[in-house]
């Protein structure tokens, strides 16, 4: 059956450093991965969109990358700040999105 | 402009009852979708349509009904509510397929 794993439930960071946060997926063949943030209490706001023939693609102080050989995308942010603490979540498109059950991201101070 | 806009925000509802969640999307988006999300389970989609007219089973349609009459609404039927059916229940649109999702507030159904 078809498996999205998102690394870990929570990831707890200092400001300052560089977030990576990974989503591996099995038994499946997305043409698109797209990566979203979920604040509590409200709905997931689109973040980046990459295509199965793109290997990376930024905006600002984010990162990702795609690799279909390895079923792996790896999401960075960059110099991260208080204000990144969300839950973030990937997903896989061919159609029908499929989402992963998120990693909850830290930022300390 | 509103964007996606879902009524009701909260509901309870007894096992049995049966319930309309409305979404309505004012970006003239072709595609619409309707998501439940449930702790660590993350979003699971139930329908989507990918336009007036159509719609289509995703994840987990068992014990809910759509309908896509007109282009901006999406509806989503409980007909008979069971306790599994408690969820936040999030509507999304996008102009087609590869595209972002936008995503509406969401409800939040408690069947007791």
């Known amino acids: 059956s078809q498996k999205i794993e998102q690394n870990s439930e929570a990831l707890n960071i200092q400001e300052g450093k560089t977030a990576t946060l990974t989503c591996n997926y099995t038994?499946?063949?997305?043409?698109?991965l797209q990566w979203y943030r979920q604040d509590p209490g409200r709905g997931p706001v689109f973040l980046l969109l990459?295509?199965?023939?793109?290997k990376e693609k930024r905006k600002e102080r984010l990162k990702v990358t795609f690799d279909t050989t390895l079923k792996q995308s790896l999401f960075h942010i960059t110099a991260s700040q208080p204000a990144d603490s969300a839950t973030y979540l990937c997903?896989?498109?061919?159609?029908?999105?499929?989402f992963g059950a998120g990693t909850r991201l830290t930022v300390k101070p | 402009n509103a964007g996606v806009t879902q009524t009701p925000k909260f509901r309870v509802l007894k096992t049995g009852q049966s319930m309309t969640l409305l979404c309505a999307q004012d970006?003239?988006?072709?595609?619409m979708y309707w998501y439940r999300q449930d702790p660590g389970m993350g979003l699971r989609l139930i329908h989507y349509?990918?336009?007036?007219?159509?719609?289509a089973k995703g994840e987990v349609p068992d014990g809910y009904n759509v309908s896509r009459l007109k282009k901006q609404n999406f509806l989503l039927g409980l007909e008979s509510a069971a306790p599994s059916q408690t969820s936040v229940y999030f509507c999304?649109?996008?102009?087609?397929?590869?595209?972002?999702?936008?995503f509406g507030p969401g409800t939040r159904l408690t069947v007791l």
């Open positions: 999304a649109s996008s102009y087609s397929f590869g595209n972002e999702q936008f």
């Open positions: 349509s990918v336009g007036e007219g159509t719609t």
């Open positions: 038994n499946y063949s997305p043409a698109y």
């Open positions: 970006m003239n988006h072709e595609y």
């Open positions: 997903a896989l498109d061919r159609g029908d999105m499929r």
């Open positions: 990459i295509r199965e023939n793109e």
